[in-house]
């Protein structure tokens, strides 16, 4: 049985994920900020698939002694951590750099990239340890160079994740550790539509028709996710949901474009 | 004459181009976090310069508030900034992800990624306002997507650095203020000697040779740079000393194969 822990995970990409991976029999550390949201997940994983396999505790990614703790309270209760899942992430406001909040600038270099390479160093320390193990990190808007108006932040540090799990993974070469990332694509999350909430109505309209050909559920992509992760031996893998070619197959293909994401969930 | 602003500006590149930007007419404002260091340098430069066109205040990039500070003092003192030159930055000590101390990791990070969006955010928001402006942001390892087992999160941020200028481009569009980059290559400074310091033996060597090749000393590289920021009007510039193509004509040039340029610097 492998042991999976992923960071950012009472909700959105993070929870799926763990849904998945607890379909494929592995036992999960569930792990967010917010302690409430964390237990009542756990606790309805719990209920689907059996005690004992799912693990809850919070877990502020840009502390790097919690995720110490994360990683000890892990593997304590389930003698090895297989899996590491650097997932937590924060995306700023759509507004441009000369506008933003700069604790909003801080808080987001700070989850998505320092506790990445926070995360990714305990995880590392722990497997070096045990002798094996495997990291990913999740890359996103951004990691493939794709730029947009008001996401210059949340783009750097995206960016700059891509270029951090691959000089990692030079850094394992010669290590019984693999590091990897997974690319997901654009996916409906709450993290997603609350941005969208926040935007001028106007532009919301024009990018769309964009996100019901390009995104699409968590439940859709994560098990592909998953399944890569689970069955990888290779070092520097990304797995990657929506690649540039299937992006443009999709923007030909009306069972895609003609989708709309946006009126069952009130936008 | 021009007013320009150079953050870590007490040594290395950001003294030099301070004083080359002093020898091209332009008023200069230098800056750093230690006081005693910044403020010898004031008065040496006033010396060699007119003290009038010299001026020195203390700044921790990673503290928006001082930023702030930065270019309220510089407006008040001159008027209007023209230039401003993100130069701060700080290595870590060549070491793996995992033995690496995580203060290092998040000094870096602070100075590199967040002083440096901290800076463009103020600098930007100033320049806006009084209608025009040139924003430069320092590139380094990484930034090309290289990648060195040992400086994993150094690259990191340039890598971030690179994605972030290329963003701010295309939000700036159609805007009276400029932004681009600087490649000042190799140069020999302290940051670079105390990796050297720092290194094993066969690193050293290694390092050595490619620094005798590829380095230049900041009195070599900083007329240039200054030269041609003073010359820019293209949006999302890229000034860049040692090229791709520069560096493979060196490893092909005796003189350069040749060269014992640190031994100038005591290795």
């Keep these: 049985m492998k042991t999976v822990v992923i960071t950012g995970s009472s909700k959105g990409i993070g929870l799926g994920l763990a849904r998945e991976c607890l379909k494929r029999d592995c036992s999960v550390v569930m792990s967010a900020r917010g302690g409430k949201k964390l237990d009542k997940e756990v606790a309805n994983l719990d209920n689907v698939f059996g005690i004992d396999r ?5 877990c502020d990614v840009t502390d790097v002694a919690q995720i110490q703790q994360l990683w000890d309270a892990s593997k304590k209760k389930f003698g090895n951590v297989d899996f590491w899942i650097n997932n937590a992430g924060i995306s700023n406001d759509t507004a441009l750099l000369c506008e933003l909040d700069p604790v909003q600038i801080s808080s987001v270099v700070d989850t998505n990239l320092k506790g990445v390479i926070f995360g990714t160093q305990v995880a590392l320390r722990g497997m070096l340890a045990q002798g094996w193990g495997q990291i990913y990190n999740l890359e996103g808007f951004g990691s493939d160079d794709t730029m947009f108006e008001g996401l210059s932040v949340y783009g750097s540090t995206k960016r700059a994740l891509r270029y951090f799990t691959e000089s990692m993974a030079q850094e394992v070469d010669n290590e019984p550790v693999v590091i990897g990332s997974l690319s997901p694509g654009i996916v409906i999350t709450d993290f997603l539509l609350d941005d969208l909430r926040k ?3 106007e532009k919301l309209e024009s990018i769309k028709p964009v996100y019901n050909a390009l995104a699409d559920t968590v439940e859709t992509v994560t098990p592909f996710l998953v399944e890569n992760v689970l069955k990888n031996e290779e070092n520097g893998k990304r797995f990657i949901w929506l690649t540039k070619d299937e992006a443009n197959r999709r923007f030909e293909d009306e069972n895609y474009y003609n989708r709309d994401f946006f009126t069952e969930r009130g936008l | 004459m021009k007013v320009v602003l150079i953050t870590g500006s007490s040594k290395g590149i950001g003294l030099g181009l301070a004083k080359e930007f002093l020898k091209k007419d332009c008023a200069v404002v230098i800056s750093a976090r230690g006081k005693e260091k910044l403020d010898q340098e004031v008065v040496n430069l006033g010396n060699d310069f007119e003290s009038d066109r010299v001026m020195g205040k203390t700044c921790d990039m990673s503290d928006f508030d001082q930023v702030e500070a930065l270019w ?3 407006k008040e003192k001159f008027g209007q900034v023209d230039i401003w030159i993100n130069n701060a930055g700080i290595s870590n000590r060549k070491k793996m992800l995992w033995e690496l ?3 290092e990791i998040s000094s870096v990070v602070n100075t590199n990624i967040i002083g440096l969006m901290f800076g463009c955010r103020v600098a930007i928001k100033g320049m806006l306002e009084q209608g025009s402006g040139q924003v430069f942001n320092f590139e380094g390892h990484g930034s090309n997507d290289m990648v060195l087992a040992g400086l994993t999160p150094y690259g990191t941020t340039k890598r971030a650095v690179r994605y972030l200028t290329e963003s701010l481009v295309a939000e700036l569009e ?8 600087i490649g000042p290559g190799m140069v020999i400074t302290d940051l ?11 690193d050293r060597e290694q390092a050595k040779i490619i620094f005798n090749i590829l380095g230049d000393k900041v009195e070599t590289v900083t007329p240039y740079l200054a030269e041609k920021v003073l010359e820019n009007t293209s949006q999302g510039a890229k000034i860049d000393w040692l090229t791709e193509e520069i560096a493979q004509e060196r490893f092909a040039d005796d003189a350069y194969l040749e060269r014992d340029l640190l031994a100038e610097f005591g290795h």
Excluded at chain 2, 174 to 181: L, Q, S, Y
Excluded at chain 2, 192 to 202: A, H, P, Q, V
């Design chain 1, 54 to 58: 799912v693990m809850g505790k919070t």
């Design chain 1, 199 to 201: 935007m001028d109505p």
């Design chain 2, 72 to 74: 309220n003092a510089a």
């Design chain 2, 101 to 103: 101390d995580p203060k």
């Design chain 2, 174 to 181: 159609g805007k009276p203020v400029i932004v681009g980059t």
């Design chain 2, 192 to 202: 670079l000697i105390n990796d050297l310091k720092n290194m094993t033996e066969e």
